[in-house]
T-cell receptor, first 115, second 110 residues
Framework: NAGVMQNPRHLVRRRGQEARLRCSPM?????VYWYRQLPEEGLKFMVY????????ESGMPKERFSAEFPKEGPSILRIQQVVRGDSAAYFC?????????????FGPGTRLTVL | DAKTTQPNSMESNEEEPVHLPCNHS???????IHWYRQLPSQGPEYVIH???SNVNNRMASLAIAEDRKSSTLILHRATLRDAAVYYC???????????FGKGTRLHILP
């Protein structure tokens, strides 16, 4: 059973461009979470999605950031008009939610660099 | 959200046991205690979790105080590969997201 896949692993964008980060959850997992880790800081929750639904987006910046998890295909975190402050590692996690606790399985992350 | 308190960093010698403490004095009755760790340049990985009783798995042991206001992650025989940031986290059915604190950076000395 393959783990959580994220691509690309590294992404370089110039200011003003768009960044698209993809996350394929583990097989059988229908819950996806996105976290951001700024350099030398801890992980911050961004958004929680189930198939075709956003459940909790309380950690998402109000502008330029959006996320989706379509019925078919990976979850996408989209950052429009990137700025230097968006440079960070973005981690995706998935969960089966078949248990009463909330173990999440993390991907290797996408490291975004904005020039 | 219930908060946890951990030391910023700890050191241990290779092949010795390591006890990583965590305080969570505001824990509620339905909160689970989870531990994750993040190795350098990698995503976090699940280590262990518990509710009231002590737990053991192939990676570690979790000792939970009787009043549940603190817990200790025990690595029985640390190796250099255990050098990581260890996060103690409370989770519940009320909220699916994980709130990461600063964690404890564990250094292993050869």
């Amino acid at each position: 059973n393959a783990g959580v896949m994220q691509n690309p692993r590294h992404l370089v964008r110039r200011r003003g461009q768009e960044a698209r980060l993809r996350c394929s959850p583990m097989k059988g997992h229908s819950h996806v979470y996105w976290y951001r880790q700024l350099p030398e800081e801890g992980l911050k929750f961004m958004v929680y999605l189930q198939k075709e639904n956003i459940i909790d987006e309380s950690g998402m910046p109000k502008e330029r950031f959006s996320a989706e998890f379509p019925k078919e295909g990976p979850s996408i975190l989209r950052i429009q008009q990137v700025v230097r402050g968006d440079s960070a590692a973005y981690f995706c996690a998935s969960s089966p939610r078949t248990s009463s606790y909330n173990e999440q399985f993390f991907g290797p992350g996408t490291r975004l660099t904005v020039l | 959200d219930a908060k946890t308190t951990q030391p910023n960093s700890m050191e241990s010698n290779e092949e010795e046991p390591v006890h990583l403490p965590c305080n969570h004095s505001t824990i509620s009755g339905t909160d689970y205690i989870h531990w994750y760790r993040q190795l350098p340049s990698q995503g976090p990985e699940y280590v262990i979790h518990g509710l009231t009783s002590n737990v053991n798995n192939r990676m570690a042991s979790l000792a939970i105080a009787e009043d549940r206001k603190s817990s200790t992650l025990i690595l029985h025989r640390a190796t250099l590969r255990d050098a990581a940031v260890y996060y103690c986290i409370l989770t519940s059915n009320r909220d699916d997201k994980i709130i990461f604190g600063k964690g404890t950076r564990l250094h292993i000395l050869p």
